[in-house]
């Protein structure tokens, strides 16, 4: 198992968010989790991220616990959040912000490969590479954040709505090359996205949560799409 | 007469541009607002004067060892004031009040150690010596501080476009929270900068303490004058501190302003304060936290 989460409660200073949740990632594998607004899924990645420091459960990244690692280890050990609203460092160019992304890539070789595979994933990185990542559309700040993401080469990439303020047609053509990333790229992804349809089609197993616990598990995302379980409980 | 005030507005506001560098370096990507740095300028001046007059040591050294103390004393302050108020979750009023308190502690301390009696840490002969241009008298000494603050500026520059802990350190003043989830250390990151802006508090002082020479209370004018450049001139980058800080010394130069002492940093703190509160996100034109 490349990730496994168990028991965790994790929340906000007293606000408790998180209650008992437990899921696994395997390697290679595309896992989708979904459910409503204020369900907890970003905070779900950020507890794996180290973002936020679980009260209770653990976080077993190949197996190891990281639940108590500073973020910038746990990207270090492999693991890379592109938050969710991409969040591009606005101030620094396309180029720079990639560096970053990179940051932990001592050879420079191994940049260089690195940096033209993001190239190709998105061409238009590269034709913008040195203009001010804060005059991206936002699309290509997606774009962005997640080539970012890649630079580092990780084993697990988290990805938190992605889709977001993407044309339709952009989105499902993002979603093939996040398909196309695991398979290449040899990462494995956990993706929390709004747009149930376009991700569901894509991901080989899938989670819904709800208030802070998982409540169905599916090892066919698709068959979600014909399910009440889903509707469930996005209703009441 | 009029150049003559205006040359040496240019290199008094030179040295307000460090400091406002200073200022807006470490404000800018730790969010903090380092009015102790006050208390770096202050040892980076003294222990330079005691170890170049009172101990005898080469000029180099002196300076050196100034400039490590101010670097190790920025660090400390970090380490012991901002970081544990940090951890938890202090405002950025409560950390700028403790930089504030932190200050008159160390001024005390250094009062206790050196008194309040002005230093001048003498110059070769040759450097005080001035050249006649047309009306306008420049001392060496003021030509060797005008190149050191554009080289610091330079390097300065530099480091920040081109290596990767400047990039570093501009990912983090931009989103130190996304910083982190890239593998950098912030924490590194937040020492670094602590070092750098303090050894450049210093270097305003160790080059005013050859110049005119300083007292305990140098440091305040120099630190309050730079941060009201960098909040002012800030949007506009480096250029616009630098313009600011020029502006203010030619001003001041020009005795323009006559205020009797005590109403001088009434008003220097009150124009910080309406500064903030105008444009608290205006340094250099990236977000406040
Ligand atoms: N920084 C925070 N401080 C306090 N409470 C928070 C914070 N961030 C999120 N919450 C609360 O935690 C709960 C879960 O939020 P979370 O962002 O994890 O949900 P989500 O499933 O990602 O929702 P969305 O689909 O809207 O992004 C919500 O009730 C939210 O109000
Ligand atoms: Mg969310």
């Known amino acids: ?236 | 007469m009029v150049l003559q005030i205006i040359v040496n507005g240019i290199v008094a506001g030179a040295l307000y541009v460090l400091s406002g560098l200073s200022f807006g370096l470490i404000y800018t990507s730790t969010g903090v607002f380092h009015f102790a740095n006050v208390a770096a300028y202050t040892i980076g001046g003294f222990v330079f004067f005691q170890m170049s007059v009172v101990w005898g040591l080469p000029f180099p050294l002196a300076l050196a060892i100034g400039l490590a103390a101010a670097s190790v004393l920025g660090i400390l302050i970090e380490w012991i004031c901002y970081k544990p108020l940090r951890e938890q979750q202090a405002s950025s009023l409560q950390i700028f009040l403790t930089s504030i308190g932190v200050t008159f502690v160390l001024q005390n301390i250094y009062l206790l150690i050196w008194r309040s009696d002005p230093r001048v840490v003498p110059v070769f002969e040759s450097l005080l010596d001035g050249r006649q241009i047309g009306p306008v008298r420049v001392t060496h000494l003021q030509f060797v501080i005008i190149g050191v603050v554009a080289a610091l500026w330079g390097i300065l520059h530099l480091f920040m476009t081109r290596t990767r802990t400047g990039k570093a350190i501009r990912a983090f003043a931009a989103d130190p929270d996304v910083a982190a989830l890239m593998g950098i250390d912030t924490r590194r990151l937040r020492i670094i900068v602590f070092a750098i802006g303090s050894a450049l508090i210093a270097a305003v002082a160790q080059l005013q303490i050859m110049d005119l020479g300083i007292d305990m209370t140098s440091g305040f004018d120099v630190v309050i004058i730079g941060t009201i450049a960098a909040l002012l001139g800030g949007r506009w980058g480096i250029t616009g501190i630098a313009l600011v800080s020029l502006l203010i010394g030619i001003i001041e130069n020009a005795g323009m302003i006559m205020l009797a002492v005590q109403w001088k940093y009434i008003i220097l703190f009150g124009l910080v304060i309406i500064l903030l509160y105008l444009r608290p996100k205006a340094i250099f034109g990236t977000k406040d936290r």
């Open chain 1, 1 to 236: 198992m490349l990730l496994e989460l168990k028991e965790i409660e994790a929340g906000y200073g007293k606000k408790s968010v998180l209650f008992g949740l437990s899921m696994n990632v395997k390697e290679g594998q595309m896992m989708a989790l979904v459910g409503p607004n204020g369900a907890g899924k970003t905070t779900t990645l950020r507890v794996i991220a180290g973002q936020i420091h679980p009260n209770r459960g653990s976080v077993l990244f190949r197996g190891k616990d990281i639940s108590q690692m500073m973020p910038h280890l746990v990207a270090q050990n492999g693991v890379s959040l592109v938050p969710q609203g991409s969040r591009v460092f606005t101030s620094l160019t396309v180029y720079e912000n990639l560096e970053m992304g990179g940051f932990q890539i001592k050879d420079s070789n191994e940049f260089r490969e690195s940096l033209e595979g993001i190239y190709r994933l998105f061409p238009v990185l590269e034709e913008r590479k040195s203009q001010w990542a804060g005059t991206l559309s936002g699309g290509e700040q997606q774009m962005l954040a997640i080539g970012r993401g890649l630079m580092s080469r990780p084993k697990l990439l988290l990805l938190d709505e992605p889709s977001t303020g993407l044309a339709p047609k952009v989105l499902h053509e993002l979603m093939k090359t996040i398909v196309a990333v695991k398979e290449k790229m040899n990462t494995s992804i956990l993706i929390v996205e709004q747009n149930v349809n376009e991700v569901l089609k894509v991901a080989d197993e899938a989670y819904v949560m709800k208030l802070g616990r998982i409540v169905c598990y599916e090892q066919c995302a698709e068959t979600l799409l014909y399910d009440d379980k889903l509707r469930k409980a996005y209703l009441s």
